[in-house]
């Protein structure tokens, strides 16, 4: 990870990273209390990992989508995806108002396009 990663990463620390990470850890540990609920928990806590540090990761799709993915990215979206994407999306319009907070805003884009669908998403980080 470059130094400009782990710098930008520790001011999202500061500005309510820890807190997106806490709220997916702990829903995902919720969501693990039944058998059913074990994939999305896992899903969540990996959103809450990508949250803690964002910068320096990139998102790779699996190859292909197989049909329990599918299912499951329906369900997940049904259920919470929508209002995970919707409210990153409307952190990253509040952090684009400011050309300091574009790094930011594109953060919350990518947790956006990974909180709606995560199931067949792959975080790399550098």
Known sequence: ?????????????????????????????????TIIGIPFGMEAIK????????????????????GKRFIFNILWFITFGWLIAVLHLLLALIFAVTFIGLPFAFQHWKLACVGAFPFGKVIVHW
């Open 1 to 33: 990870m470059r130094a400009r990663d782990v710098f930008l990463n520790i001011i999202w620390f500061l500005l309510g990273g820890e807190v997106l990470f806490l709220l997916y850890c702990i829903g995902g540990l919720i969501m693990m209390l």
């Open 47 to 66: 959103l809450g990992g990508l949250s803690l540090s964002p910068f320096g990761s990139e998102i790779a799709n699996l190859e292909g989508i197989q």
